[in-house]
């Protein structure tokens, strides 16, 4: 028996946004200085994290599964990172 692809197992969770507030913020300066910023980028199975042309990391919290990955392998103080308020964030539907 075939497996569902983990993009379609994951697209019938249910994401609300808090468009009043992140629960990720990124310490700009010390995630580039530290080189936490590719460790994330690469970690992140959400693909939540991107570099911007300035060289910025970018977050799109919106997608984020709240598995906590990239604060645990990020440089402490390079981000700042909690659960969504209640009643927002991923809901899973399936597993």
């Not at 910025?56 to 308020?85: K, M, N």
Request: negative net charge.
């Amino acid at each position: 028996m075939k497996l569902p692809e983990v993009s379609d197992r994951l697209s019938g969770n249910r994401f609300v946004l808090d468009e009043e507030e992140s629960h990720i913020e990124v310490n700009q300066a010390l995630i580039k200085s530290t080189g936490s910023a590719d460790r994330i980028i690469a970690a992140c199975p959400a693909r939540v994290y991107s570099k911007g042309p300035d060289g910025d990391v970018q977050v799109e919290y919106a997608a984020c599964l709240e598995c906590g990955t990239c604060f645990a392998i990020a440089t402490p103080g390079s981000l700042s990172w909690h659960y969504p308020r209640g009643g927002y964030g991923v809901q899973f539907r399936d597993g």
